[in-house]
C-alpha cells in the first residue's frame, strides 16, 4: 500500500490519502492557518473504504509550514540522472575490479551507506558519507513524513542528507579517483525488465558528485553485499 501526501495552500488540507479497514490507525491532516502560520494536527478517520473527515476539538499545533520543500537534486527522476551519468562517463565496476583499483592506483571507496552499517564492517581504507540520514527536523512537513513511514511499522525514516557534498569535500577532493559503493549497487545497464537499469544509493551519490565537479567517479557495481559475500577484505570501525 502506498501513503500520498498532497501539498497544501492556504486554506487547504494536507492529508494522507489511503484505503485502510477500521482495524488500521487513523492517519493524521494538517490544516494551515494562514493568519498566524501555524497548523493544527488531527486525526483522519475512515470507515470501511469511504473517506470521512471529523472534527477534533483541540489538535496538536505546530508552528511551521506545512508544504514539502523544493524537489532537490537527490529528487529527480532516474531517467534523468542515468543520463547524466551516461553523459558524464562514470563507469561502473564488478568488485573485484574496485578492489584492484583501490591497491593499484590509488582509488578511494566511497561508502555512502548509513553511519552504523559502515562500523559493522566496510573494506579496508574506505571513507564513509551518508547519503541519507535519520530524520532530524521537526517541522510540519518532517512530522507528516515520521508519521508515514510509522504508519507501515518504520520508526527510523531517513532524509536527503544535506551536508553530503560538503561532507565529502572536506575529505575528498574533486581530482580524486572515487568508487562510489551502498549496499546493493543499482545498476545503469539495460535489462528486459528494467529497461533504464535500477537506481540505488551509490548511483544518486555519483550523480550528485558529478554535478558537483568530481571529475573521476566510479560506481561499484552489485555493492558491499557482493563485496562481502566474495569473502574480499573487510574491517570494523575498531579493527582500525
Known amino acids: ?23 488500521q490507525p487513523a ?3 494538517f490544516y494551515l492557518s494562514p493568519a498566524n502560520e ?12 469511504r473517506f470521512v473527515t471529523r472534527s477534533v476539538p483541540s489538535g496538536l499545533r505546530i508552528r511551521s509550514a506545512a508544504t514539502k520543500p523544493a524537489k532537490s537534486p537527490v529528487e529527480e527522476e532516474w531517467k534523468k540522472k542515468r543520463e547524466v551519468l551516461l553523459e558524464k562517463r562514470v563507469r ?8 584492484r583499483l583501490q591497491n593499484e592506483n590509488n582509488f578511494v571507496i566511497l561508502d555512502v551507506r548509513p553511519e552504523a552499517e559502515f562500523r559493522e564492517a566496510h573494506p579496508p581504507g574506505a571513507v564513509n558519507v551518508q547519503i541519507f540520514r535519520l530524520i532530524k527536523e521537526w517541522t510540519a512537513w518532517d512530522i507528516a513524513r515520521r508519521a508515514a513511514f510509522a504508519f507501515f511499522g518504520i520508526f527510523a525514516g531517513t532524509e ?14 574533486k581530482s580524486s579517483k572515487i568508487i562510489v559503493a551502498c549496499s546493493t549497487g543499482g545498476t545503469m545497464k539495460p535489462t528486459m525488465n528494467l529497461p533504464e537499469g535500477q537506481q540505488s544509493r551509490s548511483l544518486i551519490a555519483a550523480y550528485l558528485l558529478v554535478l558537483n565537479g568530481y571529475t573521476n567517479v566510479y560506481h561499484l557495481e552489485g555493492g558491499l553485499y557482493t ?6 577484505p573487510a574491517v570494523t570501525e575498531n579493527e582500525e
Request: glycine letters at 2%; a neutral charge; proline letters at 6%.
Open 160 to 173: 536527503e542528507n544535506p551536508e553530503f557534498i560538503e561532507s565529502v569535500t572536506s575529505k575528498l577532493d
Open 27 to 29: 492517519p493524521l491532516q
Open 92 to 99: 561502473s565496476v564488478d568488485v573485484k575490479e574496485a578492489f
Open 1 to 23: 500500500m502506498m501513503v500520498a501526501l498532497t501539498l497544501v495552500s492556504p486554506h487547504s488540507t494536507c492529508s494522507f490519502s489511503q484505503l485502510h479497514t477500521k482495524s
Open 38 to 49: 501555524t497548523i493544527t494536527c488531527r486525526p483522519f478517520r475512515s470507515f470501511g473504504r
Open 227 to 232: 563485496w562481502f559475500k566474495q569473502d574480499l
